[in-house]
């Protein structure tokens, strides 16, 4: 996909976001703004984090968004017994007594990981090395993933026990924390009316694969002014506790702070936000309308913040 210039594949950037926004609302009631922090993480080429009780929907969302989008989808119910192998594949004997490799779940486009922190930290690793080399090592073979790769790994906030908790340094490889909540009482009423009837909406293309890699290269090209990327360094050095930038709350209530990745994601991830918008570069403002998508999941409270009821939403309102 070539534009003639970087302006006019912004504008169709934002025109696509709108389309894709009529055609999900169609299966999605609400969730506008799960909607478009997952968008803002695949244009970003990013992954994501949802946060959720069962039954909100998430499958669904992220299977509407695969139809939206013309790509593969796969889903993996992780479990405590589920095996490195069982997600990437293996090498299996043919008719003709030669190994071959069978692909796992994982070669897929978009990939929900339901629960991630049901199995063991083994497989765990071996999904989010996944994320991050875009490609699986069997039996000292590289296998190149498909492009574009997009993982979207779901956590239940009840029922921790039996749970292997992601640590600080591999949530750091999801892009955004995007939390799900209960619809209201209208948008309630519409589900229940549209779930309980023969009521089966088609989802149009309106994207493909080649199209989402043409924007995700162009998001990396808009430009951003350096008052405003001095913005998001800066906000990111706030939340480190001990240093030049904290903040007297970060100081009292927080034991680790985010790292420099926060800063690369709050940087792209304003850029995406502001293009969405139909803006050719990103101000203040779109910065600070993904901070707490970045921020959340990289700031490690202590035990004072939760004697005194803090939670890391609150702290990222107060350095905002």
């Known amino acids: 996909m070539q534009f003639k210039s970087d302006v006019e594949g912004i504008d169709a950037l934002s025109s696509s976001y709108q389309d894709l926004q009529t055609e999900i609302s169609k299966v999605i009631v609400g969730q506008k703004d799960v909607v478009k922090a997952t968008l803002i993480s695949l244009f970003s080429n990013g992954h994501s984090l949802l946060v959720g009780v069962p039954g909100l929907a998430k499958t669904l969302l992220i299977n509407t968004i695969a139809q939206a989008l013309d790509l593969d989808f796969k889903r993996i119910q992780f479990t405590p017994d589920l095996m490195p192998s069982d997600i990437t594949g293996s090498e299996v004997l043919d008719e003709d007594r030669k190994f071959k490799f069978n692909k796992g779940p994982l070669f897929a486009n978009i990939l929900l990981a339901d629960e991630i922190n049901r199995t063991p930290p083994k497989t765990q690793s071996a999904l989010l090395e996944a994320m991050q080399e875009r490609k699986v090592t069997v039996a000292g073979v590289n296998h190149i993933l498909p492009s574009p790769f997009f993982v979207l790994a779901t956590q239940n906030p009840i029922e921790q026990e039996g749970t292997y908790p992601l640590p600080e340094a591999q949530l750091d490889r999801f892009m955004f924390n995007i939390p799900l909540g209960y619809p209201n009482y209208q948008e309630e009423l519409t589900i229940v009316k549209q779930t309980t009837s023969d009521h089966k909406p088609a989802v149009k293309n309106v994207l493909n694969g080649s199209q989402i890699l043409a924007f995700q290269a162009l998001v990396r090209k808009i430009p951003i002014a350096d008052n405003v990327l001095e913005y998001a360094v800066s906000l990111a050095s706030r939340t480190r506790p001990n240093t030049d930038k904290a903040t007297k709350e970060v100081n009292s209530y927080v034991s680790w702070g985010a790292g420099p990745r926060a ?38 409270l202590n035990y004072k913040a939760e004697a005194d009821g803090l939670n890391v939403d609150k702290l990222i309102n107060t350095i905002l």
Do not use: F, M, T, W
């Open 263 to 300: 800063s690369q994601n709050l940087v792209l991830g304003a850029k995406c936000h502001g293009a969405l918008r139909g803006k050719y570069s990103p101000d203040i403002e779109d910065v600070q309308a993904i901070a707490a998508l970045v921020l959340r999941h990289r700031i490690v």
